[in-house]
């Protein structure tokens, strides 16, 4: 099952819809279904402490972040999205075989 994040949209303005996969999904697999369905989508808000930066220093493992980072994936967002599209990605993200 997909989990969706809690968004207060009084409060940012989303330029791309995160979610977060079930656990020992495979993400890549799932981003190609959903390319093929004619649907884009993301891998965005790295962790901090894998970027190259942070690499170079010694930092601790943050096990929680990178768990919910490998299983991240953004969907698209924007105003001319049509509610019929919605439906569609919607449906899609439903049809895949988690």
Same mark, same amino acid.
């Given at each position: &099952? ?43 808000? &790295? ?22 980072? &490998? ?28």
């Amino acid at each position: &099952k997909v989990t969706f994040f809690k968004r207060d949209y009084n409060s940012i303005i989303p330029h791309i819809y995160p979610i977060l996969l079930p656990n020992n999904s495979d993400r890549k697999n799932f981003q190609e279904y959903m390319e093929c369905k004619n649907i884009q989508t993301g891998i965005h808000y &790295k962790p901090n402490h894998l970027l190259q930066y942070f690499k170079e220093k010694d930092s601790e493992p943050l096990f929680n972040t990178e768990s919910i980072y &490998k299983n991240l994936v953004t969907l698209p967002l924007h105003p001319d999205l049509k509610l019929e599209e919605l439906d569609y990605i919607v449906e899609t993200i439903e049809s895949y075989n988690f």
